[in-house]
């Protein structure tokens, strides 16, 4: 396109819209530009699995009856101050400050300092992901308007319809005495168990299972108490065998209730 003799290239991004049931959500960082992208990933009605990304959410929280002392340690730590409104609490009316982050943890950090000077805050211990569908008041269907990216333009609810889920469900067998795997059973949807034991050792056992999960691909993976036993007991043995259990659509390493998801 030429402007007055200057040349102009216009780029146009395909935009989609579909119906989505939503599977998980979490977060990470931008590596250079160190904001939090939200990450959406679900099933569409076609039976097609996606992620989708959210770069304009901010982390925030509240606090009550601020002084100026807390301006001043809220913008010594980068926090900003973007509104204020009125919230009740225990049947009285509270002056609050809405208080904005640049990350997400930055949120418990300040949230524990402002406790501790016994100061009251709220809306400071939800996690990002959470925060961000309970502002958009989300459920579990979705209708999603996203460029070809996967970059979220617009999100709502959606008319429910039936998502084609692979469900994985698996269980382990282990000495708590010994901390030894002896073997991982597995199944999709109720159908017959695939099961990887140890008769080649724990670090062939836990590498199968690893490929096999990967190339199955399931949307779901459950079991009992899977992140109070299993997955803690799995990722102790690979970490001693020397290999890693990677069983993320990304390659990640599933987290236990033992972490901090802040």
């Known amino acids: 396109l030429s402007l007055n003799g200057i040349y102009v290239t216009i780029v146009w991004r395909k935009k989609m819209s579909e119906r989505v049931f939503i599977l998980a959500s979490d977060y990470y960082n931008h590596p250079t530009q160190d904001i939090p992208i939200v990450r ?5 009605e076609d039976g097609e699995t996606k992620t989708y990304y959210d770069d304009t959410f901010a982390p925030y929280f509240y606090l009550a009856r601020p002084n100026k002392y807390d301006y001043r340690m809220l913008g010594a730590s980068g926090a900003q101050v973007v509104g204020e409104t009125e919230l009740e609490h225990e049947g009285e009316k509270l002056r609050c400050i809405k208080i904005q982050t640049r990350k997400p943890h930055d949120v418990a950090r300040l949230r524990d300092r402002l406790q501790g000077r016994g100061r009251t805050v709220f809306s400071a211990d939800i996690l990002f992901p959470l925060r961000y569908a309970y502002d958009k008041d989300l459920g579990s269907f979705c209708e999603i308007e996203s460029d070809e990216d996967g970059k979220i333009l617009d999100i709502k609810n959606s008319q429910k319809f039936e998502p084609a889920l692979k469900i994985l469900t698996y269980d382990i067998e282990a000495s708590l005495r010994t901390r030894e795997v002896y073997c991982i059973s597995a199944n999709i949807n109720g159908d017959d168990a695939v099961t990887f034991d140890d008769s080649d050792g724990e670090a062939q056992m836990i590498t199968r299972f690893c490929n096999w999960l990967m190339y199955i691909d399931p949307d779901i993976i ?8 299993d997955f803690p007991m799995l990722i102790e043995c690979a970490k001693r065998n020397g290999v890693s259990l990677e069983i993320g659509r990304a390659g990640e390493i599933p987290w236990t209730r033992y972490d901090n998801k802040r």
């Open 40 to 44: 959406i990933y679900g099933k569409t």
């Open 222 to 229: 459950t079991g009992y108490n899977i992140f109070g036993f």
